[in-house]
């Protein structure tokens, strides 16, 4: 009963002193709203960059072209044994005829020539469209399925999927490092600036410490204030992420220059950042102030 | 029986200044003690140590039970329940009402909102302020907000009240007026220890009287027995 007394009155408290100190907490809360709208800037592209990666990743296909003269037994077999390989993620037929057929349509001249073509005669092969799990032991997959019976060539893009991979998995990794350290820059920023505000307040401190209000009495009020001027301060950039992401995908048509680099739809993918920034802001605010207050109650 | 209990406390600040040097010294329960002397005699230094501001070097200090002088830093709210402090700069929060600011310190134990309303309104009585009770402390005289920092001080009903100048920043009239009302605390039950330049009052009042001089005890006068011998000032 006395602890639920101690903590509604916090809240009381916290809200009032948002408040009755209300340009301090402006300042604060400004600098969260600023501080967020970059760090949700950066999240945006950094998972934009992160989705594109992966999707053109998902598209690397490994082309197995079987031999001229395997049969349906033949087939079945190398089916099987490429399916009982671990990296596998989905595997696709095409028969020689539905590639000429392909051809075929996309051309006159393919046509005149193929049209003669039988099942027998067609100089094309029977392929297994390959996709796997894991695009970073692609080499490796490519080279079991090679020595699989029945398997005549591979084709997939061999030294150039290779750079790719290396490339994108640079690009992810140093957008979630610069993320992750934005985040801490922006705690380290929001924190100094709750502590000039705590600064100001000091004699408030003495005076809590001087009727007998324990530490943690102390500190629960300032903290409570810091997460609250943390939620404050994620409303601004909640609307501009929400608004701004969706105008922006609306605008391009959900793609970037070509249909290969795709955006991230806005559904769910904004409320996902909204909840983030509401978690970062509270948290950091609450961080901030919980600093802050620590260092004015050491004797 | 002793309320305080001083026993071979020294205190040496960081920077060398010996504040305090092996002091004794009991206080009685229901005791109205003046400690007087010049600038830099040990006086705040003395007080402080009792309400845990400041630790002392050597010695403990017994107030109410609570060793003083072992006390962590994360305890002190400990003594601090049981003490009321009075500053010549009152320290109110000036953003909250007169209500609110001696509120404070019984929300701070937690108390149920009645028993906080009652304490609150009895304690601004006895100071002579319920009337003004919503209003904010610059809108009070000097002499009024040190009355509501003596109600805040009193309201929790401690053993022991501390002044440290509390007429410091008053004129005569205004500071025969506060001490009209620690008197009456002190006449309820409370012990009171109250630092001050001002002679005048302490001749006046005839109370138990000690005179500190570098950092020890030069001159403890019995009740009744005080006399300003030649000093106009102690300041």
């Given at each position: 009963m006395k602890a639920v007394r101690i903590l509604s009155r916090n809240i009381r408290d916290s809200f009032k002193s948002v408040f009755r100190n209300f340009s301090l907490s402006l300042a604060s809360i400004t600098c969260i709203t600023i501080t967020l709208v970059v760090v949700a800037f950066s999240i945006i592209l950094s998972y934009n960059v992160n989705n594109f990666t992966t999707e053109i990743e998902r598209d690397v296909t490994i082309v197995t072209f079987l031999n001229v003269d395997i049969d349906d037994e033949g087939r079945q077999t190398v089916l099987k044994e490429i399916n009982k390989?671990?990296?596998?993620?989905k595997v696709e037929y095409e028969s020689k005829m539905t590639i000429a057929n392909e051809m075929m349509e996309s051309s006159d001249v393919y046509k005149n020539i193929m049209s003669s073509w039988t099942e027998e005669t067609s100089p094309l092969q029977d392929t297994y469209l390959v996709k796997v799990k894991d695009i970073e032991r692609i080499s490796e997959t490519a080279d079991q399925i090679s020595k699989i019976e029945g398997v005549s060539t591979l084709k997939y893009g061999e030294g150039m999927v290779d750079k790719l991979v290396s490339v994108f998995d640079m690009i992810r990794k140093v957008s979630l490092v610069a993320v992750v350290a934005l985040i801490i820059v922006t705690a380290f920023l929001i924190a100094n600036t709750i502590k000039i505000t705590i600064f100001s307040r000091r004699r408030e401190i003495d005076i809590m410490r001087l009727v007998g209000a324990s530490n943690i009495n102390i500190k629960i009020p300032f903290v409570l204030e810091g997460l609250i001027l943390g939620l404050l301060g994620s409303i601004i950039p909640i609307i501009i992420t929400t608004y701004g992401y969706v105008a922006i995908y609306d605008k391009m048509d959900g793609q970037?220059?070509?249909?290969?680099?795709k955006l991230v739809e806005p559904t769910p993918f904004v409320y996902e950042i909204s909840i983030l920034l509401v978690i970062i802001g509270m948290i950091v605010g609450m961080f901030g102030s919980w600093r802050a207050v620590k260092k004015y109650l050491k004797i | 029986m002793n309320l305080i209990a001083i026993k071979g406390v020294s205190k040496r600040y960081p920077?060398?200044?010996?504040?305090?040097?092996?002091m004794n010294l009991t206080i009685e329960k229901g005791d109205f003690v003046f400690v007087i002397g010049s600038t830099g005699c040990g006086k705040s230094t003395l007080i402080k140590m009792l309400y845990r501001e400041v630790k002392p070097t050597k010695g403990s200090i017994n107030v109410g039970g609570i060793d003083v002088a072992k006390l962590r830093n994360s305890k002190v709210y400990k003594i601090r329940r049981k003490i009321g402090v009075v500053f010549q700069d009152f320290k109110?929060?000036?953003?909250?009402?007169v209500y609110e600011n001696v509120a404070f310190a019984l929300e701070v134990l937690g108390l149920p909102k009645d028993e906080i309303h009652r304490k609150v309104l009895k304690s601004l009585e006895l100071v002579g302020l319920k009337h003004k009770a919503?209003?904010?402390?610059?809108?009070?005289?000097g002499g009024e907000q040190q009355r509501v920092a003596i109600a805040r001080a009193i309201v929790n009903g401690p053993k022991l009240l501390i002044c440290d100048?509390?007429?410091?920043?008053?004129d005569e009239k205004t500071s025969m007026e506060i001490m009209g009302v620690i008197d009456q605390v002190n006449k309820l039950g409370t012990t009171i220890i109250m630092v001050t330049h001002d002679t005048k009052i302490v001749e006046k009042m005839q109370k138990r009287t000690i005179l500190l001089d570098s950092g020890r005890i030069l001159k403890d006068y019995a009740k009744g027995t005080y006399k300003n011998e030649g000093r106009k000032n102690t300041k």
């Open positions: 390989l671990d990296n596998i993620a970037v220059f070509s249909s290969v680099i | 920077n060398g200044v010996n504040a305090i040097q092996n109110l929060l000036q953003k909250s009402t919503k209003n904010y402390p610059h809108e009070l005289s100048e509390p007429t410091g920043n008053l």
